[in-house]
């Protein structure tokens, strides 16, 4: 057993530590968060809030409490990692939690008329490949253009191990409003404790806590397991930043659902391949999950 598990007083019960952050986290948000009226409904919000994760022997932070569709997660993120913008990328993936967002109503709202319906504009991949390359459209090459974030943290944590510029920002306040939605997940940190342990700090402006979080806490994970079998470290920790931290009124009755299921202990994440030449060319087929074992699934609608 790991030191985020405790066993509870009935036997067979688990008390997962690391997960009852996210549970008590999203208690106090219901119960004492202010209510605010944002651009897509009204939130219950507390600012300023941390969690932190073991990834110690390859543990991976997916809740319990609810069923977290990891696949999903992951093909998002190597999604990012590819570069693409286009949402049609993602629906050929059976992904479509960006499908709101990609509309030609949406694109519209957001004064995007000059992108074709599913172009999502300069997110995440194009920020962390190609930082604030130009940006035409999704289906074009922008090879050698801007700078690829996601290398330099890749040379650094192979040859500079100790810097504390080991840096990725999704935010670039030069194209945001070019962007179908400016990023939520913003400004990563990674850091090297000892010669192996590789710890990845998150810094995320925005947190849907019912849908979103739970997505966000596993990609990262994944991620920085990712990035520790490709330099040759040990993913030792993840640690959560969240600026505004809200509950939509519509996940309240759901939410309140889930926190009174149990938790169980995090799965394992192991790799299927050694170390693959370029981290653009790891697929989903690399990654095997160990052990989930989870409550249902706990359903709750994307706010666009």
Request: glycine share 8%.
């Amino acid at each position: 057993m790991n030191d985020t598990v405790d066993k509870c007083d009935v036997v067979g019960c688990y008390k997962n530590i690391d997960e009852l952050q996210y549970l008590d986290m999203a208690r106090r948000i219901i119960e004492t968060g202010s209510i605010e009226e944002g651009r897509n409904g009204n939130t219950r919000c507390l600012y300023g809030e941390k969690m932190v994760f073991s990834l110690d022997d390859g543990l991976l932070p997916l809740l319990t409490s609810k069923k977290v569709a990891w696949r999903t997660c992951l093909r998002e993120l190597l999604w990012f990692i590819s570069g693409s913008t286009s949402n049609k990328v993602l629906q050929d993936k059976k992904v479509n939690i960006w499908n709101g967002n990609s509309t030609r109503e949406f694109l519209d709202s957001r004064n995007l008329t000059h992108l074709s319906e599913g172009d999502l504009g300069p997110v995440y991949g194009h920020q962390w490949r190609h930082f604030n390359a130009e940006y035409v459209s999704h289906d074009t090459d922008y090879t050698g253009k801007g700078v690829d974030q996601l290398s330099n943290v890749i040379e650094q944590l192979k040859n500079d191990r100790q810097s504390r510029r080991i840096i990725l920002s999704a935010w670039n306040p030069c194209q945001l409003d070019e962007m179908a939605l400016p990023p939520c997940h913003a400004f990563v940190q990674f850091h090297v404790s000892g010669d192996r342990k590789l710890i990845c700090c998150l810094y995320q402006r925005s947190g849907d806590v019912g849908l979103g979080v739970p997505f966000n806490i596993a990609s990262y994970a994944f991620l920085t397991h990712l990035l520790a079998h490709h330099v040759g470290l040990v993913a030792h920790k993840l640690i959560h930043f969240i600026g505004n931290a809200h509950v939509y009124e519509s996940h309240v009755a759901a939410l309140t659902t889930q926190l009174e299921n149990d938790t169980h202990e995090f799965p394992r994440l192991r790799f299927s391949v050694e170390s693959r030449d370029n981290i653009g060319d790891y697929v989903e087929g690399d990654f095997i999950v160990d052990g989930y074992r989870s409550a249902n699934v706990v359903k709750m609608d994307m706010v666009a």
